[in-house]
Protein backbone atom coordinates (compact mmCIF):
# COMPACT_ATOMS: atom_id res chain seq x y z
CA UNK A 1 0.00 0.00 0.00
CA UNK A 2 2.78 2.35 0.58
CA UNK A 3 4.61 1.29 -2.45
CA UNK A 4 1.32 2.66 -4.06
CA UNK A 5 0.85 5.72 -1.92
CA UNK A 6 4.74 6.44 -3.31
CA UNK A 7 4.29 5.93 -6.80
CA UNK A 8 1.29 8.02 -6.78
CA UNK A 9 2.72 10.83 -5.11
CA UNK A 10 5.61 10.96 -7.34
CA UNK A 11 3.01 10.42 -10.17
CA UNK A 12 1.25 13.80 -8.60
CA UNK A 13 4.03 16.10 -8.11
CA UNK A 14 5.44 15.47 -11.79
CA UNK A 15 1.93 16.71 -12.65
CA UNK A 16 2.21 19.41 -10.96
CA UNK A 17 5.56 20.54 -12.47
CA UNK A 18 4.07 19.94 -15.59
CA UNK A 19 0.97 22.18 -15.16
CA UNK A 20 3.35 24.63 -13.70
CA UNK A 21 5.97 24.86 -16.06
CA UNK A 22 3.31 24.61 -19.17
CA UNK A 23 1.84 28.05 -16.97
CA UNK A 24 5.51 29.81 -16.73
CA UNK A 25 6.31 28.64 -20.52
CA UNK A 26 4.23 27.00 -22.79
CA UNK A 27 5.20 23.83 -24.34
CA UNK A 28 8.98 24.48 -23.59
CA UNK A 29 8.34 24.90 -19.72
CA UNK A 30 5.93 21.67 -19.51
CA UNK A 31 9.33 19.89 -21.01
CA UNK A 32 11.45 21.31 -18.83
CA UNK A 33 9.63 21.28 -16.27
CA UNK A 34 8.65 17.39 -16.71
CA UNK A 35 12.69 16.41 -17.08
CA UNK A 36 13.36 17.93 -13.66
CA UNK A 37 10.36 16.47 -12.29
CA UNK A 38 11.58 13.23 -13.19
CA UNK A 39 15.06 13.77 -11.98
CA UNK A 40 13.84 14.84 -8.38
CA UNK A 41 12.03 12.25 -7.95
CA UNK A 42 15.03 10.21 -8.60
CA UNK A 43 17.19 12.31 -6.06
CA UNK A 44 14.28 11.90 -3.92
CA UNK A 45 14.06 8.01 -3.94
CA UNK A 46 17.97 8.02 -3.13
CA UNK A 47 18.76 10.94 -1.07
CA UNK A 48 15.80 12.50 -0.21
CA UNK A 49 16.67 11.82 3.74
CA UNK A 50 20.37 13.02 3.49
CA UNK A 51 18.56 16.04 2.31
CA UNK A 52 16.07 16.70 4.85
CA UNK A 53 18.92 15.92 7.37
CA UNK A 54 21.44 18.49 5.85
CA UNK A 55 18.42 21.06 5.95
CA UNK A 56 18.40 20.42 9.70
CA UNK A 57 21.78 20.24 10.33
CA UNK A 58 21.78 16.90 11.69
CA UNK A 59 25.00 15.29 13.34
CA UNK A 60 25.04 11.70 13.49
CA UNK A 61 25.85 10.64 17.15
CA UNK A 62 26.47 6.71 18.39
CA UNK A 63 27.54 4.87 21.27
CA UNK A 64 30.45 7.04 22.26
CA UNK A 65 28.53 10.58 21.08
CA UNK A 66 24.98 9.94 22.89
CA UNK A 67 25.25 6.55 24.84
CA UNK A 68 22.22 6.56 26.50
CA UNK A 69 19.97 7.67 23.67
CA UNK A 70 21.79 5.27 20.87
CA UNK A 71 20.91 2.47 23.63
CA UNK A 72 17.57 3.44 24.17
CA UNK A 73 17.23 3.25 20.09
CA UNK A 74 18.65 -0.13 19.85
CA UNK A 75 16.67 -1.68 22.76
CA UNK A 76 13.62 -0.71 21.17
CA UNK A 77 14.31 -1.35 17.63
CA UNK A 78 14.82 -5.25 18.57
CA UNK A 79 11.47 -5.19 20.18
CA UNK A 80 10.04 -3.74 16.83
CA UNK A 81 12.10 -6.36 15.04
CA UNK A 82 14.11 -3.65 13.14
CA UNK A 83 17.67 -3.89 11.88
CA UNK A 84 19.73 -0.78 14.05
CA UNK A 85 18.58 2.58 12.34
CA UNK A 86 21.37 5.71 12.15
CA UNK A 87 20.87 8.38 15.52
CA UNK A 88 21.03 11.76 14.70
CA UNK A 89 20.87 14.98 16.64
CA UNK A 90 19.33 18.25 15.16
CA UNK A 91 20.33 21.93 16.59
CA UNK A 92 16.71 22.86 17.55
CA UNK A 93 15.62 24.04 21.09
CA UNK A 94 11.86 22.99 20.28
CA UNK A 95 11.26 19.18 21.24
CA UNK A 96 10.66 17.80 18.22
CA UNK A 97 11.59 14.42 16.32
CA UNK A 98 11.17 12.86 13.30
CA UNK A 99 11.93 9.82 11.12
CA UNK A 100 13.37 9.45 7.83
CA UNK A 101 15.13 6.75 5.24
CA UNK A 102 13.77 4.64 1.80
CA UNK A 103 13.14 1.72 4.08
CA UNK A 104 14.10 -0.31 7.45
CA UNK A 105 17.48 -1.23 6.25
CA UNK A 106 18.21 2.20 5.14
CA UNK A 107 16.58 4.04 8.14
CA UNK A 108 17.49 7.11 10.82
CA UNK A 109 15.80 8.69 13.58
CA UNK A 110 16.26 12.47 14.50
CA UNK A 111 15.89 13.50 18.24
CA UNK A 112 16.11 17.62 18.72
CA UNK A 113 18.80 19.16 21.31
CA UNK A 114 15.38 20.15 22.64
CA UNK A 115 13.41 16.83 23.29
CA UNK A 116 16.20 15.55 25.46
CA UNK A 117 16.37 18.43 27.83
CA UNK A 118 12.26 18.44 27.90
CA UNK A 119 11.07 14.70 27.98
CA UNK A 120 11.60 12.14 30.94
CA UNK A 121 12.86 8.59 29.90
CA UNK A 122 9.59 6.49 29.60
CA UNK A 123 8.40 9.89 27.89
CA UNK A 124 11.31 9.75 25.70
CA UNK A 125 11.10 6.15 25.13
CA UNK A 126 7.59 6.65 23.39
CA UNK A 127 8.22 9.26 21.09
CA UNK A 128 11.30 6.53 19.77
CA UNK A 129 8.82 4.20 19.76
CA UNK A 130 6.58 5.83 17.53
CA UNK A 131 9.27 6.87 15.34
CA UNK A 132 10.30 2.71 14.98
CA UNK A 133 6.76 2.49 13.78
CA UNK A 134 6.64 4.83 10.65
CA UNK A 135 10.13 3.12 9.69
CA UNK A 136 8.32 -0.32 10.17
CA UNK A 137 5.11 0.79 8.51
CA UNK A 138 7.46 1.59 5.46
CA UNK A 139 6.04 5.12 5.76
CA UNK A 140 9.15 6.90 6.27
CA UNK A 141 9.73 7.01 2.23
CA UNK A 142 6.77 8.28 1.14
CA UNK A 143 6.76 11.05 3.76
CA UNK A 144 10.37 12.14 3.06
CA UNK A 145 9.49 12.35 -1.00
CA UNK A 146 6.44 14.60 0.22
CA UNK A 147 9.15 16.73 1.79
CA UNK A 148 11.56 17.32 -0.86
CA UNK A 149 9.44 17.38 -3.98
CA UNK A 150 6.42 19.76 -1.88
CA UNK A 151 9.87 21.65 -1.27
CA UNK A 152 11.01 21.66 -4.91
CA UNK A 153 7.32 22.73 -5.86
CA UNK A 154 6.72 25.80 -3.92
CA UNK A 155 10.36 26.64 -4.73
CA UNK A 156 9.22 26.63 -8.45
CA UNK A 157 5.77 27.81 -7.94
CA UNK A 158 7.46 31.60 -6.78
CA UNK A 159 9.72 31.43 -10.18
CA UNK A 160 6.10 32.47 -11.36
CA UNK A 161 6.73 35.95 -10.15
CA UNK A 162 9.58 37.03 -12.79
CA UNK A 163 6.90 36.31 -15.13
CA UNK A 164 5.51 39.60 -16.72
CA UNK A 165 1.49 39.18 -16.39
CA UNK A 166 0.23 38.24 -19.75
CA UNK A 167 3.67 37.04 -20.80
CA UNK A 168 2.51 34.66 -22.98
CA UNK A 169 0.03 35.68 -25.01
CA UNK A 170 -1.50 39.64 -25.58
CA UNK A 171 -4.87 39.18 -23.92
CA UNK A 172 -2.71 38.07 -20.30
CA UNK A 173 -3.84 34.98 -19.82
CA UNK A 174 -0.96 33.15 -19.25
CA UNK A 175 0.43 35.72 -16.81
CA UNK A 176 -3.32 35.50 -14.92
CA UNK A 177 -2.56 30.99 -15.09
CA UNK A 178 1.13 31.66 -13.56
CA UNK A 179 -0.75 34.06 -10.56
CA UNK A 180 -3.22 30.92 -10.30
CA UNK A 181 -0.24 28.89 -10.13
CA UNK A 182 1.93 30.56 -8.04
CA UNK A 183 -0.94 30.67 -5.73
CA UNK A 184 -2.29 26.95 -6.12
CA UNK A 185 1.18 24.50 -6.57
CA UNK A 186 1.86 24.70 -2.70
CA UNK A 187 -1.43 24.77 -1.66
CA UNK A 188 -1.67 21.45 -3.52
CA UNK A 189 1.60 19.97 -2.26
CA UNK A 190 0.03 20.68 1.46
CA UNK A 191 -3.20 18.86 0.47
CA UNK A 192 -0.47 15.84 -1.08
CA UNK A 193 1.36 16.56 2.28
CA UNK A 194 -1.60 15.97 4.59
CA UNK A 195 -3.28 13.09 3.07
CA UNK A 196 -0.46 10.97 3.87
CA UNK A 197 -0.05 12.18 7.43
CA UNK A 198 -2.56 12.37 9.33
CA UNK A 199 -4.32 8.41 9.27
CA UNK A 200 -0.38 7.79 9.72
CA UNK A 201 0.04 9.55 12.89
CA UNK A 202 -2.58 7.44 14.53
CA UNK A 203 -1.22 4.11 13.72
CA UNK A 204 1.90 5.11 14.49
CA UNK A 205 0.70 6.27 18.04
CA UNK A 206 -0.71 2.65 18.33
CA UNK A 207 2.14 0.72 17.01
CA UNK A 208 4.73 3.02 19.17
CA UNK A 209 2.60 2.06 22.45
CA UNK A 210 2.94 -1.38 22.18
CA UNK A 211 6.96 -1.59 21.07
CA UNK A 212 7.39 0.67 24.19
CA UNK A 213 4.81 -0.97 26.36
CA UNK A 214 3.46 2.01 27.74
CA UNK A 215 0.52 4.42 26.17
CA UNK A 216 1.00 6.48 28.75
CA UNK A 217 4.35 7.61 28.00
CA UNK A 218 3.30 8.59 24.43
CA UNK A 219 0.44 10.06 25.33
CA UNK A 220 2.58 12.42 28.03
CA UNK A 221 4.92 13.20 25.62
CA UNK A 222 2.44 14.62 22.99
CA UNK A 223 1.27 16.95 25.38
CA UNK A 224 4.69 17.90 26.55
CA UNK A 225 5.69 18.32 23.08
CA UNK A 226 2.69 20.25 22.01
CA UNK A 227 3.28 22.54 24.52
CA UNK A 228 7.12 23.29 23.53
CA UNK A 229 5.93 23.60 19.93
CA UNK A 230 3.17 26.41 20.93
CA UNK A 231 6.11 28.22 22.91
CA UNK A 232 9.19 27.44 21.37
CA UNK A 233 9.33 28.62 17.93
CA UNK A 234 10.66 26.44 15.23
CA UNK A 235 13.72 26.11 12.54
CA UNK A 236 11.91 24.37 10.22
CA UNK A 237 10.82 24.20 7.00
CA UNK A 238 6.98 24.58 6.58
CA UNK A 239 7.42 21.59 3.39
CA UNK A 240 8.72 19.08 6.16
CA UNK A 241 6.65 19.70 8.77
CA UNK A 242 4.75 16.65 8.22
CA UNK A 243 7.79 14.35 9.11
CA UNK A 244 7.77 15.29 12.72
CA UNK A 245 5.85 13.76 15.48
CA UNK A 246 4.42 16.78 16.45
CA UNK A 247 3.47 19.85 13.89
CA UNK A 248 6.56 22.25 14.89
CA UNK A 249 4.22 25.20 13.74
CA UNK A 250 1.90 24.35 16.12
CA UNK A 251 2.22 28.39 17.61
CA UNK A 252 1.52 29.66 14.32
CA UNK A 253 -1.73 28.01 13.70
CA UNK A 254 -3.73 30.36 12.64
CA UNK A 255 -7.57 30.19 10.96
CA UNK A 256 -6.61 29.24 7.59
CA UNK A 257 -3.60 27.37 8.75
CA UNK A 258 -5.65 24.72 10.42
CA UNK A 259 -7.03 23.91 7.37
CA UNK A 260 -4.36 22.63 6.23
CA UNK A 261 -3.13 20.39 9.29
CA UNK A 262 -0.28 17.87 8.49
CA UNK A 263 -1.07 16.29 12.19
CA UNK A 264 -4.63 15.34 14.00
CA UNK A 265 -5.36 16.87 16.93
CA UNK A 266 -3.54 16.25 19.94
CA UNK A 267 -5.98 15.96 22.49
CA UNK A 268 -7.57 13.33 19.53
CA UNK A 269 -4.12 11.39 19.78
CA UNK A 270 -3.57 11.20 23.03
CA UNK A 271 -7.27 10.23 23.93
CA UNK A 272 -6.77 7.12 21.86
CA UNK A 273 -3.72 6.19 23.69
CA UNK A 274 -5.22 6.63 26.82
CA UNK A 275 -8.34 4.58 25.33
CA UNK A 276 -5.07 1.75 25.22
CA UNK A 277 -4.52 1.84 28.59
CA UNK A 278 -8.07 1.69 30.17
CA UNK A 279 -8.47 -1.84 27.50
CA UNK A 280 -5.90 -2.65 29.16
Same mark, same amino acid.
Given at each position: =? ?10 ? =? ?9 ? +?? %? ?12 ? @? ?9 ? @?????? *? ?25 ? $? ?29 ? &? ?18 ? &?????? +? ?32 ? %? ?5 ? +????? &? ?5 ? $? ?15 ? &? !? %? ?10 ? +? ?12 ? !? ?28 ? *????? *?? @??? *??
Amino acid at each position: =MNGFRTAALMAA =MITLFALLGNA +LG %GQNGLIIAFVIAVG @MNAASYWFSDK @MVLRMY *RGQEVGPHEAPELVAMVDRLRQRAGLP $MPKVYLLPSEQPNAFATGRNPEHAAVAFTQG &ILRALPPEELEGVTAHELAH &IKHRDI +LTSTIAATLASAITLLARFAIFVPIGGRDSNGGG %GLQALLM +LILAP &IAAMLIQ $MAISRSREFEADRSGAE &I !S %GNPNGLANALLR +LQNGAEHIPASASP !STAHLFIINPFAGRMGAIASLFRTHPPTEE *RVARL *RS @MTN *RG
